[in-house]
T-cell receptor, first 114, second 110 residues
């Protein structure tokens, strides 16, 4: 079974530039999460999707971040414009139905804003 | 907001020794997860604990959950170098929100 796929794996951009991250969850997983992980810290949830609907985006900085999940499968997270403080690893995770809600994480995208 | 605290944050231990990592959380939760993260890699699920008194073991790692004390432990038995990694606990609530601890960086010294 293929895992969660993310691209790109690494991205270096200058501040004020836009950037986008892509995630393909495990097949059949209806729930998709985007997390941001700063160096030396645990992941922090940015947004959670149930199928196509964003059900929890309370931690998403909406002035510069946006996300979409078309057709309830792939998802894209965008930052525009990027700031120095956005440098972090962006993790995508997915989970299936059921009480366990065990999340499976992708390899992440390491973003460096210079 | 649910708070999750882990201790210690850093742990250096010799091979063959035993140690315990603690995870405390601030409000009622019905599920707790342990993950492992190797440097530069993503998170790997280790355990899912769903009920008070739950205990799960895999190899040299054993996790337990005490929902009354809002405490989970990850016990390492006879550590080996391959266990060197950062370990995170994460707590889920009824709203399907997940909160991660700050992680425990474990280094096993030969």
């Amino acid at each position: 079974e293929a895992g969660v796929v993310q691209s790109p794996r690494y991205k270096i951009i200058e501040k004020k530039q836009p950037v986008a991250f892509w995630c393909n969850p495990i097949s059949g997983h209806n729930t998709l999460y985007w997390y941001r992980q700063n160096l030396g810290q645990g992941p922090e949830l940015l947004i959670r999707y149930e199928n196509e609907e964003a059900v929890d985006d309370s931690q998403l900085p909406k002035d510069r971040f946006s996300a979409e999940r078309l057709k309830g499968v792939d998802s894209t997270l965008k930052i525009q414009p990027a700031e120095l403080g956005d440098s972090a690893v962006y993790l995508c995770a997915s989970s299936g139905d059921g009480f366990f809600l065990e999340q499976y994480f992708g390899p992440g995208t390491r973003l460096t804003v210079t | 907001e649910l708070k999750v605290e882990q201790n210690p944050l850093f742990l250096s231990m010799q091979e063959g020794k035993n140690y315990t990592i603690y995870c405390n959380y601030s409000t009622t939760s019905d599920r707790l997860y342990w993950y492992r993260q190797d440097p530069g890699k993503s998170l790997e699920s280790l355990f899912v604990l769903l009920s008070n008194g739950a205990v799960k073991q895999e190899g040299r790692l054993m996790a337990s959950l005490d929902t009354k004390a809002r405490l989970s432990t990850l016990h390492i038995t006879a550590a080996v170098h391959d266990l060197s990694a950062t370990y995170f606990c994460a707590v889920g609530n009824t709203g399907n929100q997940f909160y991660f601890g700050t992680g425990t960086s474990l280094t096993v010294i030969p």
